[in-house]
């Protein structure tokens, strides 16, 4: 037990040593960091807890994704009866699917296999399966066809919907000037995105769960759109109101979107040279601007309405609704609409990182300031000190000179936790620094096992080298059983934990790995040194 | 220089007779705890039960918290909790589970923002959903038993299936007190509480597998121990490991619990109890005493040559 050949006592300093090293590139400003070689770079991230930031849930609305499938659907039977001349009647959605008559008898046939052309196999050919996107049934009897949008479509569709938003969710982001935003995919429907040191949570939140569908649509001019609240609107027109200031007007709209905001090039947020307000300029690609041009060559002094859809719960709301002076050809143009320069900047945001699929719900929202965050900082290094120094003067008071071989082992345990840390890029939390000083008790534990085993030892009357060699032979059993233990426990918190949790889990765990190693070779190896140097003939304990 | 000796170097106190106590008071705490966890609650943390929780600090350097309380509780949004949290600046605002699913909680926030408006600094905004806190308390409580199942089949491995019965026996003991002590001191229980509990439940097994080594040790060396004598000495040669190392780790804690901030305050509380007072306890008082009952050592005098095959047959 206490024999070390060279090579292997060379091993053991050197491992120590280089995972010590690992630690370095944290105590250097990042500036400095940055222009070392890139496998020196790896650092510590300090968790949203330490350095303020916002950490937001988001859940896709399966509801608002549902409601557009069913939308498509309904679209596309209509499409399909027009296009082979069916008559129908009766064509509406019901819970989960779309359902149709056919009017007459002998075209139930026909009907009924051109809608199942409708129902394709589910993630292209390569899938395989036989899963379909929609499931036809038909009934001879009372000519109902219903088209059911199957499950497995259905999560699919919400699978791709995470897919298009991240890219979306990310261009927003960057347009605030945030730096090192995490966005990924969490389950199915969710996405979280993790922001460091972020000034204005709220205007992040406004921006994330903003649909931001921009459409430009004709204004319905058949009637008053008073008349239109107090009867009702005509059948391919609807209501949407327009906010000024807080107070709404209702605004009567053609259903019919002319151009769409996903023909945007560019938006940009700026002062109208007259009024000096703050407006949005925007610019359509080449379709958006052939299509633009044609409505408006066709409808010069008519008004036409801007319409913005963020999701919230007013539903679209109309920006402005100015009347068509002249055509514009050029396809850039201009909105207008009791705008604060914030609103302004938000809305080009949105008009340029382009609009989400569907809906986003924030289902969980963390923030914290950058006050706090450095507060945690410093009482968790504090505390860290404080237990340090308590344990290191308790270990001296019992051990004596094996106190101190304790300390050591116990530093070069932690510089080692933080040297692992480091080369996982890890994040460190508030209960990670918990789980940091909770270790100094393991590591210290190891040694308080080895040590009293050597005074039974010494009591049962063996000679000093012989007490140390035992005690370490059969006190390292029990470590390893003890400590694998508490690792089990380190390992689910891990699976199971979130955020904070996993931080915890992560330390200790990795604490409990370097424990492990410190006690089997490197206090083995400092005793062992100390022996050969001293040959001593009573142990100091 | 003369080293500290907090436990006497030939110390044989005898553990054993205290069963008679340490049993029926530790099943009346029990049964105590569970009274209390069902009538007396915990207190959930929104990480569990959804809601709202904003931590301010008032810019004056002195927070008003009767004003507060009247223009939070006129904003209508039920039941509206404040609370001094560390200085004199510091409130906690808790705003209970809107009604109305994700959207509401949102709402609330920015009610509350615009009532205390710019007097106070935002420190920490958290808001959980419903759903999602649903989510938070099963996955705990999936991962508390998943972590004692999976420690269990460990032990079951390494030692006896009695040794593993007793050990969880003594991991169930220091959960339900641990629990009893958290409804009792109304601590917040969130997402750090179940780690509080798996690291609770790491020491306690930490301690009672040292005990467990060293009676399998001496079951090997010593077969015709009465086994009241050999459990005693046992739990007594490893005593003093038991109290430095648990004095060490209070040290810790108790750095944590003075200087780590109201932030782990909860958590390091949930430790000092779980860790130093049931732990410790338990590994001595019950999971070393219970061994009698489930039957380890049972007959072993009479068949001291097949234990002593086995023993030599594993080494």
């Known amino acids: ?541 | 220089m003369r080293l500290l000796r907090i436990v006497p170097d030939e110390t044989k106190f005898d553990f054993m007779r205290f069963r008679r106590i340490s049993f029926p008071i530790s099943a009346m705490l029990s049964v105590l705890a569970v009274f209390l966890y069902f009538y007396h609650g915990l207190n959930f943390g929104i990480d569990f039960v959804g809601g709202t929780l904003i931590e301010v600090q008032a810019k004056s350097g002195h927070a008003d918290l009767a004003t507060m309380r009247t223009t939070l509780g006129g904003l209508g949004l039920g039941d509206v909790q404040l609370q001094q949290f560390g200085g004199e600046a510091d409130v906690l605002i808790r705003v209970a589970q809107q009604p109305g699913g994700e959207q509401a909680q949102q709402a609330a926030v920015e009610k509350v923002r615009q009532a205390l408006g710019d007097a106070v600094e935002y420190r920490r905004i958290e808001v959980v959903g419903p759903r999602v806190s649903g989510e938070l308390l099963s996955m705990g409580t999936v991962g508390l038993f998943v972590a004692i199942g999976a420690i269990l089949i460990y032990l079951w491995f390494r030692f006896e299936w009695q040794f593993a019965l007793g050990a969880m026996v003594a991991n169930i003991h220091d959960i339900v007190l641990t629990i009893g002590f958290m409804s009792v001191t109304q601590i917040d229980f969130d997402l750090t509480s179940i780690a509080a509990l798996l690291t609770i439940l790491g020491y306690s097994l930490n301690d009672t597998v040292v005990i467990y080594d060293r009676i399998r040790e001496m079951l090997r060396r010593y077969k015709k121990l009465p086994m009241t004598d050999l459990l005693n000495v046992s739990i007594n040669s490893t005593l003093s490991r038991s109290i430095i190392t648990h004095v060490t780790v209070s040290l810790s804690l108790l750095a944590l619990l003075l200087f780590g901030g109201r932030a782990i305050h909860s958590f390091t509380a949930t430790m000092m109890f779980g860790v130093v007072l049931v732990g410790t306890y338990t590994s001595v008082f019950i999971a070393s005493p219970i061994l009698i009952y489930l039957g380890v050592g049972i007959g072993r005098a009479e068949a001291a040559d097949t234990v002593e095959a086995r023993a030599e047959a594993r080494t």
């Open chain 1, 1 to 541: 037990m206490l024999y070390f050949t060279r090579w292997k006592a060379l091993g053991i300093v050197a491992t120590a040593l280089i995972v010590c090293l690992l630690a370095v590139p944290n105590f250097f400003p990042t500036e400095t960091v940055k222009n070392w070689p890139v496998w020196a770079q790896r650092h510590l991230v300090l968790g949203l807890d330490l350095q303020g930031g916002s950490h937001i849930l988001l859940e896709v609305d399966t509801n608002d994704v549902r409601k557009q499938r069913l939308d498509a659907v309904l679209d596309d039977v209509r499409r399909t009866l027009r296009d082979a001349k069916v008559g129908y009647s009766g064509l509406v959605k019901r819970n989960d699917g779309v359902e149709v008559r056919i009017r007459e008898n002998f075209d139930f046939g026909q009907a009924l296999s051109k809608l199942r052309d409708l129902s394709q196999p589910l993630g292209g050919v390569l899938a395989g399966g036989g899963q379909r996107t929609l499931e036809v049934t038909g009934d001879s009897g009372s000519r109902l066809v219903r088209l059911t949008v199957t499950e497995p479509a259905r999560i699919e569709r919400v699978r791709q919907v995470v897919e298009q938003a991240i890219p979306i969710i990310e261009k927003r982001i960057n347009a605030l000037g945030l730096v090192e935003p995490t966005i990924q995919r969490q389950g199915i429907d969710r996405i979280l995105v993790q922001v460091p040191g972020l000034g204005d949570p709220q205007r992040l939140l406004d921006l994330l769960k903003n649909t931001a569908k921009l459409e430009f649509r004709l204004v319905d001019v058949s009637m008053t759109a008073q008349d239109a609240v107090a009867s009702r609107p005509p059948a391919d027109s609807e209501v949407l109101y327009e906010n000024h200031g807080g107070q709404k007007t209702p605004v009567l709209v053609q259903k019919q979107v002319l151009v769409s905001g996903d023909e945007l090039t560019d938006a940009q947020a700026g002062f109208d040279q007259r009024t000096s307000e703050p407006i949005v300029s925007f610019k359509f690609n080449s379709a958006g601007a052939r299509k633009f041009a044609q409505v408006t060559q066709e409808n010069v002094g008519r008004p036409f309405a801007i319409i913005l859809d963020s999701g919230g719960e007013g539903g679209p709301e109309v920006i402005s609704a100015p009347v068509i002076r002249e055509p514009i050809l050029g396809g850039s143009g201009q909105i207008s609409g009791n705008f604060t320069v914030e609103t302004a900047n938000n809305l080009a945001i949105l008009l340029r990182s382009g609009a989400l699929p569907a809906k986003l719900t924030p289902v969980e929202q963390r923030v914290v300031g950058a006050g706090l965050g450095q507060d945690s900082i410093d009482k968790g290094k504090l505390a860290s000190y404080a237990g340090g120094a308590l344990v290191v003067l308790f270990m001296f008071a019992t051990y004596g000179l094996f106190g101190l071989f304790a300390n050591l082992a116990v530093a070069i345990n932690v510089a080692m936790i933080f040297g692992i840390l480091s080369l996982l890029n890890a994040t460190l939390t508030l209960p990670g620094i918990a789980g940091i000083v909770l270790t100094v008790g393991i590591a210290v534990d190891s040694n308080v096992l080895i040590y009293e085993r050597i005074r039974e030892e010494v009591r049962h009357g063996r000679s000093a080298i012989a007490a140390i060699d035992a005690g370490f032979s059969r006190a390292l059993a029990t470590i390893l059983d003890s400590n694998i233990t508490t690792f089990i426990a380190a390992a689910v918190l891990f699976f199971i934990g979130t955020g904070p949790v996993r931080g915890f889990a992560v330390t200790l765990g990795i604490g409990i790995i370097t424990t492990l190693f410190t006690a089997f070779t490197l206090t083995r190896l400092i005793v062992a040194t100390w022996v050969r140097w001293v040959r001593p003939k009573t142990v100091p304990i």
